[in-house]
């Protein structure tokens, strides 16, 4: 093979799929793909799970990356069982890298941060600690 054509095909790009269309119409097709997934989740943490999320907290689990897969449910429930054996009414409960601050009296999540946003977080107005 000439040496040139050889060059030449190393040096082209490759290029795969079909654009995406203007950038202006990008960033609302994104926020209605974000709308559509938020209902979605809540619909089935309400399905899976004894906790309601506050609009707040589902923003976060969206915007966060958290994983709320039924065995991470499972073990948020516990760990706001355990917290209300112990009478706490506002506990941070920690799943492994992921804290949820929980409102145990209504039973609903308040806010959640995940191991990238935890480092040099200040939590207030919580009573406990619960380390599932």
């Known amino acids: 093979m000439d040496s040139m054509i050889y060059n030449k095909m190393l040096h082209t790009p490759i ?4 654009p995406s ?17 938020k209902e979605l ?3 089935r943490i309400k399905e899976e799970s004894q906790v309601s999320f506050s609009k707040h907290a589902i923003e976060r689990v969206v915007e966060r990356g958290v994983d709320v897969s039924s065995e ?3 073990r948020l429930n516990e760990g706001i069982r355990m917290a209300e054996e112990k009478g706490l009414k506002e506990p941070l409960i920690l799943l492994g ?5 929980v ?15 935890l ?12 380390m599932i």
């Open 72 to 74: 991470n449910i499972g």
């Open 97 to 101: 890298s992921t804290a949820f601050v």
């Open 41 to 43: 989740l809540e619909q």
């Open 119 to 130: 480092k040099g977080t200040v939590f207030t107005n919580i009573d406990g600690t619960v």
């Open 103 to 117: 409102n145990v009296r209504n039973n609903k999540v308040v806010t959640v941060v995940n191991e990238d946003s």
């Open 15 to 18: 290029y795969t799929g079909t």
């Open 21 to 37: 269309g203007p950038p202006e119409k990008r960033p609302q097709e994104a926020k209605g793909n974000d709308s559509a997934f």
